[in-house]
């Protein structure tokens, strides 16, 4: 189950679970928009992967008891700032990859 982290590991932008710019790679690393696509290119900077925009959960049991209350977001947050040079190294040649194919 998504952990629906909190936040942006670069900017530490609040991302409330039903956030519309939220976005995760397949190992749930969480970013908000502009950062994804302003300062990493659609590039994770932990695993190199792309991005696309993270479900929301439904805040309302509208079937089987799968809402919001009964499996909550998760309350930890993981701050991890990129450096930008190390992220610029990181991303040649990646970033003209499809994300499919990285």
């Known amino acids: 189950m998504l952990a629906l982290r909190p936040n942006c590991e ?9 956030a519309l710019d939220a976005q995760i790679c397949s190992y749930e690393c969480t970013f908000c928009t502009n ?7 659609n590039v994770c ?8 925009p993270r ?9 089987n008891g799968n809402y919001l209350d009964k499996d909550p977001a998760s309350t930890t947050r993981i ?3 990129v450096v930008a040079e190390a992220h610029t190294a990181f991303i040649k040649g990646l970033e ?3 994300a499919h194919l990285r």
């Open 10 to 18: 670069h900017c530490n932008k609040d991302l409330a679970p039903d």
């Open 35 to 41: 950062c994804v696509e302003q300062v990493l290119h």
């Open 45 to 52: 900077p932990n695993c190199g992967g792309g991005f696309t």
């Open 79 to 81: 701050w991890k700032p």
């Open 55 to 63: 479900p929301i959960r439904p805040a309302q049991n509208r079937k």
């Open 96 to 98: 003209m990859i499809p």
